[in-house]
């Protein structure tokens, strides 16, 4: 299958800092990317929608400012949580769709924030 | 009504047993249906991807697609202690569209 790959896979910030997450389709290209958040023993939540060259779609509810989203190429999206604090502290997993049907959603394997 | 619904389990089995994982939905429009493994504290990993009604199948893998009843299935065939994890059914509207995930089931299979 396809390779969606992340990092960090696992960071600790302090309250108040910035923490950018990538998240690279390896061996395919992808015009969409999706950005979730999972806590524990719950089902993913969308986040936004990510499309390369142009700005991202966000769920009712999230923070623009706060969760920025840049997809500056056909194989990176970036997710930057601003100012964080312990609340935003949970697992973000990244997606990228793969093929002309767009019928393939290839996961990242998270990555884990902790904030302080 | 939930868009997607799905039994969250825990569902426990003992080895070699056969394993049903369902999932039902309300929006008729819904057109790929896929499945979803995802281990703790990992991300999730497609098993099944079908477009439509019909079934398909991928070694002890079946995935079938009722739309008439608006129903997915996963069955798993001489499950394995290493089958335990979550099970998350999605669907999508099309091209480029958002997935609707469910909520996800809980398996454990007893050595």
């Known amino acids: 299958g396809a390779v969606v790959s992340q990092h960090p896979s696992w960071v600790i910030c302090k309250s108040g800092t910035s923490v950018k997450i990538e998240c690279r389709s390896l061996?395919?290209?992808?015009?969409?990317m999706f950005w979730y958040r999972q806590f524990p023993k719950q089902s993913l939540m969308l986040m936004a929608t990510s499309n390369e060259g142009s700005k991202a779609t966000y769920e009712q509810g999230v923070e623009k400012d706060k969760f920025l989203i840049n997809h500056a190429s056909l194989t990176l999206s970036t997710l930057t949580v601003t100012s964080a604090h312990p609340e935003d502290s949970s697992f973000y997993i990244c997606?990228?769709?793969?093929?002309?049907?767009?019928?393939?959603?290839?996961f990242g394997p998270g990555t884990r924030l902790t904030v302080l | 009504q939930k868009e997607v619904e799905q039994d969250p389990g825990p569902l426990s089995v003992p080895e070699g047993a056969i394993v049903s994982l369902n999932c039902t939905y309300s929006n008729s429009a819904f057109q790929y249906f896929m499945w979803y493994r995802q281990y703790s504290r990992k991300g999730p990993e497609l098993l099944m991807y079908?477009?439509?009604?019909g079934n398909k199948e991928d070694g002890r893998f079946t995935a079938q697609v009722d739309k008439s009843s608006k129903y997915i299935s996963l069955f798993i065939r001489d499950s394995q202690p290493s089958d335990s994890a979550t099970y998350l059914c999605?669907?999508?509207?099309?091209?480029?569209?958002?997935?609707?995930f469910g909520p996800g089931t809980r398996l454990s299979v007893l050595p």
């Open positions: 999605a669907m999508s509207l099309g091209y480029g569209q958002n997935f609707v």
């Open positions: 079908t477009y439509s009604s």
């Open positions: 997606s990228a769709i793969r093929g002309l049907a767009g019928s393939e959603q290839f």
């Open positions: 061996d395919f290209q992808a015009t969409t």
